[in-house]
């Protein structure tokens, strides 16, 4: 699936999705999920989602990411 297309349908959801690359890099997120974290979509994406994670979690929380 291409990212646009990505971006649209996730724009559209009431929820708080965020999709990742395969570095863990955010590529997408709608706005109910910069909402969630204080920022806005222009910030969340491109930064790592261990950077929303609190640290102690990070390790634990890698293992239930979906690729």
Do not use: C
């Not at 708080?16 to 863990?24: S, V």
């Not at 920022?39 to 790592?48: D, H, P, Q, R, S």
Request: proline share 4%.
């Amino acid at each position: 699936m291409k990212l646009d297309n990505a971006r649209w349908m996730i724009s559209v959801i009431p929820d708080a999705p965020i999709l990742i690359d395969q570095a863990r890099t955010i590529i997408a997120a709608n706005h109910n999920a910069a909402e969630l974290f204080y920022n806005n979509v222009a910030v969340l994406e491109g930064i790592t989602l261990d950077t929303l994670i609190p640290q102690a979690s990070v390790t634990a929380h890698r293992r239930y990411v979906a690729f």
